[in-house]
């Protein structure tokens, strides 16, 4: 329970349907120490009073339980190497794989509870024909978040449930005001939960990922200009590179061993392939080579028609149908077939 | 089923209490200082209660100042003591490493305004030794502060030696006894302190209500400044209420303390002795005498203390990790690992503390759910590694 109307509602769902509700709050980092500066929208000292106040009113027990040490090691420093390393993280993936449905998990078998539901706007379906789960998108396309669950294996979603999966947004804080939650109108975060001011290049500094400088290249090769540190862009980029020129230019590439970012016109970000390792396949195995279907590249991307070619058990080709702006390295890519989530990785190139 | 281990933290307030505190509260709301009848009812509630609470503690109703609460009590023995002693030049205090975030974040705050602070070590017992204040002292001590009973292992420190040794060089002594009052018997003259913090909450007392006992002549500057309130020591409105409540505890304590003590103790020791028989890997932290008869702290090996508070509360049973802090979260205990005690030990062990409400039936109803929620959890973890 973040403390946000989602996971409070589906919290409130569950309890309204006979389920005996356990609700859990993740401390992640420490909130004691900078004398009452907040940390963002997600689970600061203010999210976790919500949480309180909604388990209050429905009336099961809320407890804070301390991840701040797995936190740090498996999702912190995950996107602080994955930048260095001249890529784009998306940390709530790990964040979901690595704790929600994994120490948390662990935690919730302790106290004899059979799952762990969250907030996620996506849906788990058992398909009886197969004793397979299978992984959907939420049934509100504009808040979908199917695409942050990708790494779950079927043994994490015999224990996963999404209560609010079937509700849109609207329903959700329709809900919310009728149960008399307070949290019916809180605003939705968008945020890194730990990198509250968006600023993730000072948040990186912090943790010694500093100013260095490098090269600005253009598609040729040729030097055009200097940068403080490939941890500042991101493939598609446009903004921040202080380089002139006629035409406007984009982040086109990152070479992290030699510090060099390329820029290139709008077009040079149009690829047809890409590559992507570390793949889980929902099924638990890859789908044939050849196999239709679509890919999404990043959270708000619009899913892209293309034929998925698995490599071995945990790498995948992807070709698309029509050629895809800025596919960012260290994004995941995820994998549908309509509505399912058929699996996905991390994009290498 | 309900079941509360968790007195150190606080406790029910008796029925004797409520009652009398209602009554205050709709009848006798004048202002204590106030000369015309209805401030001299107030002011007759605070004296009956200043009298109980003196008695309780060996001492006379003068010396009694009310606080809302041991933190308040504690914040203005310090802080007041030191102000007090400024003139003399000594600019020194002493205490434990196991003392309560009261005194201990007090020291501190004192510690950024100059003063130089020294915390004795304790061992593994978590008593503290008079040899080690000996040497600690110095002729710039101003104020040594032990606390009587801690909070989290329940341990007894040697109050009246410790006080022996600061008054030989010349130094205040502060108790923060808020644990040990309403536990065992605390007589401010045997201890031969000269400050002592109590708080009501403690023993089936409202919260909001605590004590500084200073003893006669010991010089103390308010922290509170206002108006002449408490004999111009404590300025505010008194809390009239909840100090009435406070001396019907104190009077329920004196009258109970005798048989209480044993009865508790006497359940406590069979709680401890089962849990070491039945369940393996466990271990009692700190020396087991002296104690306060109501106070276990019990290590389990491979567990993580915050899982089995929590699966204990699902089971209707209420124990906490050591003190209770503001926003609910767990912290590995300073005391235990003030005690030395390795990292595993100080994030695997609970607190366990019983009262006036616990029976026999509890503890049995405890003893039966505890090995089955320790071994659930041990193969939960034992799964991961």
């Given at each position: 329970m973040s403390g946000g109307v989602d996971s409070s509602v589906a919290a409130a769902l569950l309890a309204q349907q006979g389920h005996e509700v356990i609700g859990l709050s993740m401390q992640l980092y420490d909130q004691s120490g900078r004398n009452g500066q907040t940390f963002g929208t997600c689970c600061t000292i203010d999210d976790l009073h919500d949480a309180r106040r909604v388990a209050a009113r429905i009336g099961f027990p809320h407890y804070i339980v301390n991840f701040e040490e797995q936190f740090t090691e498996t999702v912190v420093s995950d996107f602080v190497r994955e930048y260095a390393a001249g890529r784009t993280p998306i940390p709530c993936v790990h964040c979901n794989g690595d704790l929600k449905f994994a120490t948390l998990v662990e935690r919730a078998a302790g106290f004899d509870a059979a799952f762990v539901a969250t907030g996620h706007y996506a849906r788990v379906e058992r398909d009886d024909s197969t004793s397979r789960y299978r992984l959907l998108r939420g049934m509100d396309p504009g808040k979908d978040q199917s695409y942050f669950l990708f790494t779950l294996t079927q043994a994490q979603l015999a224990h996963a449930m999404f209560p609010i999966g079937n509700l849109d947004k609207t329903a959700v804080r329709e809900y919310a005001r009728d149960l008399g939650l307070s949290v019916a109108d809180k605003r939705d975060s968008h945020e890194i939960c730990f990198v509250p001011d968006g600023d993730h290049t000072a948040f990186l500094a912090r943790q010694g990922v500093g100013r260095q400088e490098g090269e600005i290249r253009n598609p040729a090769g040729a030097v055009i200009g200097r940068h403080d540190g490939v941890q500042r862009f991101t493939v598609g980029q446009r903004k921040g590179l202080g380089v002139s020129s006629r035409i406007p230019l984009y982040v086109v590439g990152i070479d992290a061993k030699e510090n060099a970012i390329t820029v290139g016109p709008?077009?040079?970000?149009?690829?047809?392939t890409l590559t992507a390792s570390g793949v889980t396949w929902i099924a638990g195995a890859p789908p044939a080579r050849g196999n239709r279907g679509t890919a999404q590249i990043r959270h708000r991307h619009k899913e892209a028609a293309a034929t998925i070619d698995p490599i071995g058990s945990d790498r995948v080709s992807i070709t698309f149908d029509a050629p895809q702006a800025a596919i960012a390295p260290g994004q995941a890519l995820v994998m549908y077939a309509g509505d399912e989530v058929l699996g996905g990785g991390w994009i290498d190139s | 089923m309900r079941i509360y281990f968790d007195h150190n933290a606080t406790t029910p307030v008796d029925p004797a209490v409520v009652e009398v505190m209602s009554r205050v509260l709709a009848q006798d709301f004048g202002n204590a200082s106030s000369v015309h009848h209805f401030g001299q009812r107030a002011k007759g509630v605070l004296d009956e209660a200043r009298s109980a609470v003196a008695s309780l503690i060996g001492g006379e109703p003068s010396e009694v100042v009310f606080t809302s609460g041991g933190t308040e009590a504690d914040n203005f023995a310090l802080r007041g003591a030191a102000e007090a002693l400024e003139p003399t030049g000594r600019r020194h205090l002493i205490a434990t490493g196991i003392e309560h975030e009261a005194v201990l974040n007090t020291l501190k705050a004192l510690a950024r305004r100059g003063w130089t602070i020294t915390l004795l070590p304790v061992d593994r017992s978590g008593i503290v030794s008079p040899d080690a204040l000996i040497e600690a002292l110095t002729d710039n001590t101003a104020v040594v502060s032990v606390m009587h009973a801690n909070n989290e292992i329940g341990t007894v420190q040697p109050v009246a030696a410790l006080a022996q040794a600061a008054h030989a060089r010349g130094a205040v002594f502060h108790t923060d006894a808020v644990q040990s009052v309403g536990k065992i018997p605390v007589d401010t003259r045997q201890l031969g302190v000269d400050l002592l913090s109590l708080s009501a909450h403690k023993f089936s007392g409202p919260k909001g209500a605590g004590a500084l006992w200073i003893k006669r002549g010991t010089r103390v500057s308010a922290i509170l400044t206002g108006g002449k309130h408490e004999r111009n020591r404590r300025a505010g409105t008194e809390n009239v209420p909840a100090v009435a409540g406070f001396g019907v505890a104190a009077q329920l304590a004196m009258k109970r303390l005798a048989t209480e003590g044993p009865r508790v103790a006497a359940l406590r020791n069979r709680l401890e002795e089962t849990i070491l028989a039945r369940v393996s890997g466990t271990a009692i932290n700190g020396a087991r005498e002296p104690r306060v008869p109501n106070t276990s702290n019990i290590s389990f090996e491979g567990i993580e203390a915050e899982s089995l508070l929590i699966a204990l509360d699902l089971e209707g049973i209420a124990v906490s990790t050591g003190s209770a802090c503001s926003s609910g979260t767990l912290e590995p205990s300073h005391v235990l690992r003030a005690m030395g005690l390795p990292t595993h030990r100080t994030q695997n062990s609970i607190r366990i503390s019983l009262g006036a409400g616990n029976t026999s039936t509890d503890v049995d109803y405890f003893l039966e759910k505890l090995p089955l929620v320790v071994g659930k959890l041990r193969t939960v973890t034992g799964m991961r590694r």
């Amino acid at each position: 329970m973040s403390g946000g109307v989602d996971s409070s509602v589906a919290a409130a769902l569950l309890a309204q349907q006979g389920h005996e509700v356990i609700g859990l709050s993740m401390q992640l980092y420490d909130q004691s120490g900078r004398n009452g500066q907040t940390f963002g929208t997600c689970c600061t000292i203010d999210d976790l009073h919500d949480a309180r106040r909604v388990a209050a009113r429905i009336g099961f027990p809320h407890y804070i339980v301390n991840f701040e040490e797995q936190f740090t090691e498996t999702v912190v420093s995950d996107f602080v190497r994955e930048y260095a390393a001249g890529r784009t993280p998306i940390p709530c993936v790990h964040c979901n794989g690595d704790l929600k449905f994994a120490t948390l998990v662990e935690r919730a078998a302790g106290f004899d509870a059979a799952f762990v539901a969250t907030g996620h706007y996506a849906r788990v379906e058992r398909d009886d024909s197969t004793s397979r789960y299978r992984l959907l998108r939420g049934m509100d396309p504009g808040k979908d978040q199917s695409y942050f669950l990708f790494t779950l294996t079927q043994a994490q979603l015999a224990h996963a449930m999404f209560p609010i999966g079937n509700l849109d947004k609207t329903a959700v804080r329709e809900y919310a005001r009728d149960l008399g939650l307070s949290v019916a109108d809180k605003r939705d975060s968008h945020e890194i939960c730990f990198v509250p001011d968006g600023d993730h290049t000072a948040f990186l500094a912090r943790q010694g990922v500093g100013r260095q400088e490098g090269e600005i290249r253009n598609p040729a090769g040729a030097v055009i200009g200097r940068h403080d540190g490939v941890q500042r862009f991101t493939v598609g980029q446009r903004k921040g590179l202080g380089v002139s020129s006629r035409i406007p230019l984009y982040v086109v590439g990152i070479d992290a061993k030699e510090n060099a970012i390329t820029v290139g016109p709008r077009a040079a970000l149009d690829r047809h392939t890409l590559t992507a390792s570390g793949v889980t396949w929902i099924a638990g195995a890859p789908p044939a080579r050849g196999n239709r279907g679509t890919a999404q590249i990043r959270h708000r991307h619009k899913e892209a028609a293309a034929t998925i070619d698995p490599i071995g058990s945990d790498r995948v080709s992807i070709t698309f149908d029509a050629p895809q702006a800025a596919i960012a390295p260290g994004q995941a890519l995820v994998m549908y077939a309509g509505d399912e989530v058929l699996g996905g990785g991390w994009i290498d190139s | 089923m309900r079941i509360y281990f968790d007195h150190n933290a606080t406790t029910p307030v008796d029925p004797a209490v409520v009652e009398v505190m209602s009554r205050v509260l709709a009848q006798d709301f004048g202002n204590a200082s106030s000369v015309h009848h209805f401030g001299q009812r107030a002011k007759g509630v605070l004296d009956e209660a200043r009298s109980a609470v003196a008695s309780l503690i060996g001492g006379e109703p003068s010396e009694v100042v009310f606080t809302s609460g041991g933190t308040e009590a504690d914040n203005f023995a310090l802080r007041g003591a030191a102000e007090a002693l400024e003139p003399t030049g000594r600019r020194h205090l002493i205490a434990t490493g196991i003392e309560h975030e009261a005194v201990l974040n007090t020291l501190k705050a004192l510690a950024r305004r100059g003063w130089t602070i020294t915390l004795l070590p304790v061992d593994r017992s978590g008593i503290v030794s008079p040899d080690a204040l000996i040497e600690a002292l110095t002729d710039n001590t101003a104020v040594v502060s032990v606390m009587h009973a801690n909070n989290e292992i329940g341990t007894v420190q040697p109050v009246a030696a410790l006080a022996q040794a600061a008054h030989a060089r010349g130094a205040v002594f502060h108790t923060d006894a808020v644990q040990s009052v309403g536990k065992i018997p605390v007589d401010t003259r045997q201890l031969g302190v000269d400050l002592l913090s109590l708080s009501a909450h403690k023993f089936s007392g409202p919260k909001g209500a605590g004590a500084l006992w200073i003893k006669r002549g010991t010089r103390v500057s308010a922290i509170l400044t206002g108006g002449k309130h408490e004999r111009n020591r404590r300025a505010g409105t008194e809390n009239v209420p909840a100090v009435a409540g406070f001396g019907v505890a104190a009077q329920l304590a004196m009258k109970r303390l005798a048989t209480e003590g044993p009865r508790v103790a006497a359940l406590r020791n069979r709680l401890e002795e089962t849990i070491l028989a039945r369940v393996s890997g466990t271990a009692i932290n700190g020396a087991r005498e002296p104690r306060v008869p109501n106070t276990s702290n019990i290590s389990f090996e491979g567990i993580e203390a915050e899982s089995l508070l929590i699966a204990l509360d699902l089971e209707g049973i209420a124990v906490s990790t050591g003190s209770a802090c503001s926003s609910g979260t767990l912290e590995p205990s300073h005391v235990l690992r003030a005690m030395g005690l390795p990292t595993h030990r100080t994030q695997n062990s609970i607190r366990i503390s019983l009262g006036a409400g616990n029976t026999s039936t509890d503890v049995d109803y405890f003893l039966e759910k505890l090995p089955l929620v320790v071994g659930k959890l041990r193969t939960v973890t034992g799964m991961r590694r």
